[in-house]
DNA sequence: ATAAAATGTCAAGTATGCTTTACATTTTTT
DNA sequence: AAAAAATGTAAAGCATACTTGACATTTTAT
């Protein structure tokens, strides 16, 4: 899954090291989700999110996930 | 993790079953998320909360997660 | 140009998020 | 009250999200 973590990142000038300590995993974890090889969970999601003062939607990208909406 | 999947299920007139299709597991997993015994994954959060039409942070409740922000 | 720092990669191991199957229990419908 | 539907539970198995350790490669600082 495609995110905007590195460019966040790169913005406010931290490492990944930094964020890893910051949301509670290891560098390699970071890297790992900015190189897509896995998509963070729901509660690192949040954290990552809440660091960079944002929503967990404006960070990870949904666009490939298809979705059905509830009839009214 | 608290989650007020029940609570849009009941008021949405839907049962588990229904909500499981909609999003793509089974009907135990949806059981299993609303018993809390396990926490849903960023794509399935994503997709049941698209499916009641809301965001993942109005379903899932973090509150019991400790964040960092970052300095500015 | 060299050294240091940051990032990428790999592999093995652990923990967690799901699936499947089956039955129990509760709730709703008849 | 009985039957049907909905939900709860348990266990085993599979896939994925992480950790750890180590080294390679790239980028940045000197």
């Known amino acids: 899954m495609k995110t905007r973590i590195a460019e ?3 913005k406010h000038k931290i490492t990944q ?3 890893a300590m910051a ?3 290891t560098r390699q974890t970071i890297t790992s989700i900015e190189r897509e090889k896995y ?3 729901l509660v690192l999601a949040y954290k990552i999110a ?3 003062g944002t929503t967990i939607e404006d960070i ?3 666009s490939e ?3 059905e ?3 009214k």
Chains 1, 2 share one sequence.
């Open 39 to 41: 998509t963070a969970s």
């Open 23 to 25: 949301v509670g995993v």
């Open 8 to 10: 966040l990142r790169k």
């Open 17 to 19: 090291e930094e964020l």
């Open 50 to 52: 809440k660091y960079f």
């Open 65 to 67: 996930v298809e979705v």
């Open 69 to 71: 909406e509830i009839k």
């Open 60 to 62: 990870f990208d949904f």
